[in-house]
């Protein structure tokens, strides 16, 4: 009997825990990223601000826990989707990736607001935990992306002199260490092709394209198909 309270006490929390972060990303959608505090998600879920605190001590220990589980359900989704392809199937690779990354931020628009676009005023991302872990998976996921297509997009990238120095000390160790044959210039294309994975994912979500097209599906697919092209591969059909 003592078990089966216990468990239906946990089964009870990890509900409200979630109900939180829920209505976290409500408040977010409606009102921004200053809507999130702990307070205003007390009063739309009629409890006391101390009993919200014994789910999350502080604002922002709720917000990394919030962009840790948004950031690792999208890595999830696109490593899997890329995984769908052979290894040796680069362009396929790329483009499994970039339409799980449109579908996951459709599903989740406020998520992908709050992981890519709005700042949390005053929010200090820690630089460890399951939030930094899910960045770097995403980070390492397109950098083999673009390793993958390296032999034939090094033939058709204009050839800028790129050093190590060029880029963030962390991000080049960990690179080094898991692409030892990557250059640089790998790593540029690696951002620059992040930049238009995500160019007209952000404009759909906040909007600006509500009244230019009526399918924005088929328009970020040519991009991406561009952009498999402009590395030397054949988009798949």
């Not at 409890?47 to 919030?66: C, P, Q, S, W």
Request: overall charge negative.
């Amino acid at each position: 009997m003592e078990a089966s309270t216990q468990s239906r006490r946990a089964r009870l929390r990890v509900q409200t825990a979630q109900e939180i972060k829920t209505t976290a990303l409500d408040l977010m959608a409606k009102g921004g990223p200053d809507a999130i505090t702990l307070r205003a998600i007390a009063r739309e879920m009629g409890m006391t601000a101390n009993a919200i605190y014994g789910y999350y001590a502080t604002r922002d220990e709720l917000v990394t826990t919030l962009i840790a589980d948004l950031y690792t359900s999208f890595v999830d989704g696109a490593e899997a989707a890329r995984d769908t392809r052979p290894a040796k199937d680069a362009a396929g690779r790329i483009l499994a990736w970039a339409e799980a990354f449109r579908q996951w931020a459709l599903a989740n628009p406020a998520g992908f607001r709050l992981v890519y676009g709005d700042p949390v005023p005053g929010y200090q991302a820690p630089p460890e935990g399951a939030a930094a872990e899910a960045e770097q998976r995403a980070c390492m996921g397109l950098t083999g992306l673009v390793a993958g297509a390296w032999p034939s997009a090094e033939r058709t990238q204009a050839h800028e002199e790129y050093q190590w120095s060029d880029f963030d000390p962390g991000l080049v160790a960990t690179i080094r260490d898991q692409f030892p044959d990557l250059p640089p210039a790998a790593v540029a294309l690696a951002l620059r092709v992040w930049g238009r994975l995500h160019g007209l994912v952000s404009l759909e979500i906040y909007g600006h394209l509500r009244n230019q097209t009526v399918e924005p599906g088929k328009v970020y697919r040519s991009e991406i198909c561009d952009l498999i092209r402009s590395l030397g591969l054949t988009p798949p059909m």
